[in-house]
C-alpha cells in the first residue's frame, strides 16, 4: 500500500465524549434523558441517523443545537495514542496520507488542525467537498484523485459499517483503528489495525 486515507472520529481521534455528552445534554433540555450507554450505540454514524435510530422527533431542532453545543467538550478530545508517531513514519516511508471525512470544514479546523495531525496530511476531503457522504464513495474517490491514488495501493482507514461500505464502492481495502478499543459491528474489515504502528506492515 501507498496510500493512506483516514476517517477521523473513531479513528485518528477519541471525540466520543464530545459528541455524545452534547447530544445528551441538548436532549436533556428538551425533556428527554436518555443514558450515555444508548446514545454511544450510534456514535460513528451520520447525526441525522443516528437521531432517527434513536427515535427523536423533533431531528432538525435537534441537529441544530447539538453542532453547536459540541463546543462545550472540546476539552475532552483526545488523538489516540501512538496515532502521531505512526502518521510521520508512514510519510517517512514515502507514503501519502490523507482525510476523507464527513465533517464540515470547520470541524476539521477545530479538531484535526488543532491537534496538529493536518501537517502530516497531503490532502483533506471534508462534507462541503462532496454531493453525497459515506457509505457512498464519492469522498474516497475525490481523495484518490487528489492524491493520484490508484484504488489497488489505497487503504482507507476507519470504524464503522459507513466506512466500511464507502471503501468496498471505491474498490478500495478497507483497515479497522481497532486501536480505537471498539468491536467492529455489522462489517468485516479487510485487514484490522490493533495498534496504529501496524499500519506500517501493509507498506
Request: a negative charge; hydrophobic letters at 45%; zero cysteines.
Amino acid at each position: 500500500m501507498k496510500n493512506f486515507i483516514f476517517d477521523i472520529d473513531g479513528t485518528l481521534l477519541d471525540t466520543e465524549a464530545m459528541y455524545m455528552k452534547s447530544l445528551q445534554a441538548v436532549l436533556h433540555e428538551r425533556g428527554i434523558d436518555r443514558e450515555y450507554a444508548e446514545l454511544v450505540t450510534t456514535f460513528g454514524i451520520p447525526s441525522r441517523e443516528a437521531l432517527v435510530r434513536l427515535g427523536i422527533a423533533d431531528i432538525d431542532d435537534v441537529l441544530a443545537a447539538w453542532g453547536p453545543r459540541t463546543a462545550q467538550y472540546r476539552e475532552s478530545v483526545k488523538v489516540y495514542a501512538g496515532v502521531k508517531p505512526a502518521l510521520t513514519a508512514l510519510r517517512k516511508a514515502g507514503a501519502h496520507l490523507g482525510i476523507m471525512t464527513s465533517k464540515q470544514q470547520f470541524e476539521y479546523e477545530r479538531d484535526v488542525t488543532a491537534e496538529g495531525l493536518d501537517t502530516e496530511m497531503s490532502i483533506a476531503v471534508v462534507a462541503e467537498d462532496v454531493a453525497h457522504g459515506k457509505p457512498e464513495p464519492d469522498g474516497i474517490l475525490l481523495a484518490m484523485q487528489r492524491l493520484g491514488a490508484k484504488p489497488a495501493e489505497t487503504v482507507y482507514v476507519g470504524d464503522t459499517a459507513y466506512d466500511a461500505l464507502a471503501s468496498k464502492a471505491a474498490g478500495v481495502t478497507f483497515g479497522f483503528a481497532a486501536w480505537n478499543g471498539r468491536q467492529p459491528r455489522d462489517f468485516t474489515p479487510d485487514v484490522r489495525f490493533a495498534t496504529p504502528q501496524a499500519m506500517l506492515k501493509l507498506m
